[in-house]
């Protein structure tokens, strides 16, 4: 009796035993290695510097949220990890990237159907759409280092551009020739729908409903759609070059006696808050894009209307560029193309001829690619913030995507109003009447845009405008 109670307490023990070396096998802890940015060594050898790019913070009901932020000095500011950091677990959800043109692995479509589904289509034409292939990551999901790729021909034979210059810099190894900037009709399928719903706000279309994304992108159609230069062959005038100025709104700008220099050039950037009338001679007059979200374009309505921004540039040449973070951008730029009141939500039963004039069409419009937007995340702007709990609310400023995707787009890219290191010299705004201090918000890390700034500048691949 005494034996068969040992053998049941020893059989009880090693079971107990079995379980707790699972459970801690289990609840191991998910790693995420990246390395730290390394400093621009250069960066105190211009003491003089630029101002900064715009932005609105978030919605309002979170824009008293702050963070306090280190210095310019601080290690904070990751970098895209290295080839041997990305080895290690295979994960089904975030391949790592293995060339430049990186594709990532489609899932099964959704069960559910529409009938719009036919009409739109995947990829077709020159566009490569993603291609199934087993990767290897350490990465959380949340990052999607894996893109969609495309082949679409150069615009010219400029042998001094962005693409001809960049293999030789550091940023040779980040930089994705192949990589939509925008999206248009032909990118909308059911797989890709899935796909990207893995990721949220400007990064992805997790949120936005099926059939609200193809009726949306249905309307962008045209080959004015997919290219940011759309009309080059009639503005070229025999160049080989695109030069495009790129605006922010930064109070360096004020006194800078810059406008003529800035309309000089073949296109014009600008961005959310961007007051003209009685700053031409600081600021020039011209606008080919306007990049916003709808978001940051109804909060600078409200927050500039009494410094002159009743709502983005009106002219014939202007695009307007959308930068999508929620429904209301799909809604929006549908209404727009149609010339229809808002259907639902924030803006429901608004007039989008209001804010883009009576003679906007559909060929227009344009709107970043959500794989866009996130490779610059990951590949340019890969903040600390990602491993806190603001993550999913980061991404680059308004202004930061928008002279990313202008050197994607152009061969020769000169940067104004962008922050600097001497930022507090200058107020928030080329527009303040009096002096507003820069402010730092948790969705933004506007100090490591200011020192990818001076690393694109050293590097020759932009001209960041100093202040003498």
Known sequence: MAFNSKLVLAGFTAGSLLVYILCVKLEGPLSWSIEPLRHFHGF????NSSSRDSEEPLDRKNSSERWSRPSPASTLHPQLPSATALQGNTSAHTPAPTSETQTAAEPQAPARSTSRSAAVGGTRGSTRGPTLKPQRSTEPPFIGDAYMSEDVPAQTNCTDGVRSRVAQTEFGGRFLRHIPVLQW????????????????GAHGWEGVDYNTLVEALSVLNSS???QMLDDWSSRSNGSECTRCAVVGNGGILKESGKGQEIDSHHYVFRTNGAV???FEQDVGSRTTHYTFSTNTLMNSMGSYAGLGFTGPPLSQETRYVFLPEHDRDYLLVKAAATHTAVERGRERAKDPTKYFGEDVTAEKLKMYHPDFTRYLRNRFLRS??????????YRPTTGAVMLLAALHSCDQVSAYGFMTPDYKNYSDHYYDRNYHPVGFYVNHDMRMEMTLWQQLHQAG???LYMHK
Do not use: F, W
């Open 384 to 393: 600390g913030t990602l491993k806190t709990k603001y993550k999913s609310i």
């Open 185 to 200: 009709a032909n990118h909308v399928s059911r797989d890709q729908y899935l796909r990207l719903t893995q990721y949220p």
């Open 276 to 278: 003209i009338k009685g």
């Open 44 to 47: 105190s050898q211009e003491p």
């Open 461 to 463: 691949l932009m001209r």
């Open 224 to 226: 004015a759609n997919r």
